[in-house]
């Protein structure tokens, strides 16, 4: 392992743009970058030609769902589709593992879970529920990189979501750790669209009436209160709402620490494209309509959203309600974490935007919110070898031969997509190639202590 080889291009992604350059790869580190074609005498000199060579992408919002729930995805899977997809580094959701990683205990049988099945880097998230205030500093102790809450019901009753006074006290202990506090914005409150899609189950209209905009925009106006009471490192998670951003701005305006993302979905389909019974694009908060999301586009080149991040959350068909399309009962979760490179791709470029701001907005800024940005979220020296070699200008259809993650339950699949990911380099070893992995367990454990 880790032979030292030399990776060149007329199109490395830099800090400065695209440009011709070789990298030369030694113990899972860039240890040199020379402008243009520069072997190195007994080398392996690999010549990728005009395609992109950039950095690997990291998502760190990614339902794993090992231990206790492999039939609904597992490191093996997760792992595989992630490197398939351009992603190098993943940090994992508290649940729907089981036992949710509330624990330091749950965290150690988790970290005993991923042995021999990681084939790309992995971090960990820990949760905050009720009966676990006690538990936290052990569990910060043990490596999570941050703790994670929900403000409404997180469809698994393992998980129950914390009142104000709860996250007030995780978000005060995750500021003495100087960790980020993250948080799923949903507020429920009775209304009449819970009604309504009780009486029509199978429409998407109602699902996404069901639960309206309001929930997150107070869920917000909360967060920012807490994070400026606090101090603590505020992430909202999945944003969907547009209304919510007005909040986000002026709280960056004051100098507040808070951090949004939102997900390739919110971004790229529509509430008034997406068919009843079609609940593969069922998830929480919903896919809203257009309008909404056109705004979430001038937000993320606005920089009042930090990054894009998958949200990846498989689950069996049946526990999708594959047969039956009901959205009031189906698991509302995307997975997709494989396609979210050419996803992202197809969109942007549409619009505009360079390789570049997409290797910013899914590599660069999510390294700055993890702590990771000495060592990950671009070539440079020093830096880890983490390194896609990518095709933009190719096409191909999303089908379902090509879906390495468990379930083929994907809104992608059919889609023509621009992009192809042609090799994955995960610490300097070539984990995906042409189509195939050919190498595996190369991934690292990322803990609080060593990352």
């Not at 490395?12 to 040199?32: M, N, Q, R, W």
């Not at 949903?186 to 189950?201: F, M, Q, R, T, W």
């Not at 997975?335 to 899914?362: C, D, K, N, Y």
């Not at 042409?434 to 803990?447: N, S, Y």
């Amino acid at each position: 392992m880790h032979t030292p080889f030399c990776l060149y291009s007329t199109q490395v992604l830099l800090e400065d743009g695209l440009t011709p350059a070789t990298l030369l790869i030694e113990a899972g580190k860039i240890k040199s970058i020379t402008k243009g074609k520069s072997p190195v005498k007994g080398l392996l000199f690999s010549d990728k030609g005009n395609k992109v060579i950039m950095p690997g992408l990291i998502d760190s919002h990614v339902h794993i769902n090992e231990p206790g729930r492999t039939d609904w995805e597992g490191f093996d899977t997760a792992t595989k589709a992630a490197a398939a997809g351009g992603i190098t580094t993943l940090i994992d959701m508290p649940l729907n593992s089981s036992p949710v990683t509330t624990t330091a205990k749950a965290f150690k049988e988790k970290l005993a879970a991923t042995k021999g099945k990681l084939h790309v880097n992995c971090g960990f998230w820990g949760g905050i529920v009720p009966d676990n205030l006690e538990d936290l500093e052990e569990l910060l102790a043990a490596g999570v990189l941050g703790l994670k809450a929900f403000l409404t019901h997180s469809g698994i009753d393992e998980f129950p979501n914390v009142n104000e006074a709860e996250m007030r006290t995780g978000m005060l202990l995750a500021k003495k750790h100087n960790i980020p506090f993250l948080a799923h914005c949903e507020l429920d409150a009775p209304h009449p669209g819970i009604e309504s899609l009780k009486e029509h189950p199978t429409s998407y209209v109602h699902y996404l009436h069901s639960r309206p905009k309001s929930w997150e925009n107070k869920a917000v106006d909360l967060m920012i209160r807490l994070c400026e009471e606090t101090g603590c490192k505020t992430h909202i998670v999945h944003l969907s709402s547009a209304e919510g951003l007005p909040a986000v701005r002026e709280a960056r305006a004051k100098g507040l620490p808070l951090t949004v993302e939102t997900c390739p979905h919110y971004l790229c389909f529509a509430a008034e494209t997406i068919p009843d019974r079609a609940i593969q694009f069922k998830c929480a908060p919903p896919i809203r309509e257009w309008e909404n999301n056109v705004l979430l586009w001038e937000a993320l080149a606005a920089g009042d959203l930090d990054f894009v991040v998958t949200d990846h959350s498989p689950a069996p068909p049946e526990v999708k309600q594959l047969d039956s399309g009901d959205f009031s009962k189906a698991w509302g979760g995307i997975a997709g974490i494989q396609f979210s490179l050419p996803v992202m791709w197809t969109a942007l470029r549409r619009r505009g935007h360079s390789l570049g701001e997409l290797s910013s907005w899914m590599s660069g800024a999510v390294a700055s919110f993890l702590g990771m940005d000495t060592c990950k979220g671009k070539l440079a020296v020093g830096y880890d070898a983490d390194i896609v070699v990518f095709d933009p200008d190719s096409v191909f259809r999303v089908e379902e031969d090509l879906i390495l993650h468990r379930h083929k339950i994907t809104p992608y699949l059919g889609m023509e997509l621009s992009g192809i990911v042609l090799s994955t380099y995960v610490n300097g070893e070539l984990v995906f190639d042409d189509g195939a992995m050919c190498g595996l367990d190369c991934g690292m454990v990322l803990l609080k202590t060593n990352n």
